[in-house]
């Protein structure tokens, strides 16, 4: 897998290079009335990208880790119950319907 990942990652760049030599152009950015920017396209195409691709990556960032820590906790609670302490490691909802099992004896 990892060698499939490394041969997408060199074609990505190799096209990148392709398209940076072939349209190497100067272009102007109108910001504001008198505020121009100029740039080189492929700076500006690769800029672009990358501010279409954060919000995405921040977004599957969260969620790997939003799922990683929900697995540790299913993890922990299937640890607590194995070993036999069921309030070792639980919600305040588990402790809560503990607490009244407990006086209910």
């Known amino acids: 897998m990892q ?13 990148l290079l392709l398209f940076s030599i072939n349209n190497w ?3 102007e950015v109108k910001i504001w009335e008198d505020l121009i920017l100029q740039t080189k396209l492929p700076a500006l195409v690769i800029l672009s990208f990358l501010l279409g691709l954060l919000p995405m990556w921040l977004l599957s960032k969260a969620g790997r880790w939003r799922l990683t820590r929900r697995i540790n906790s ?3 609670s299937i640890k607590a119950a194995v070993t036999g302490n069921p309030n070792a490691v639980g919600t305040s909802t588990q402790l809560d319907a503990g607490s009244t099992d407990t006086q209910a004896n």
């Open 74 to 76: 299913l993890e922990n």
């Open 25 to 27: 152009q100067d272009v």
């Open 3 to 15: 060698v499939i990942r490394t041969v997408i990652w060199v074609l990505v760049a190799v096209a």
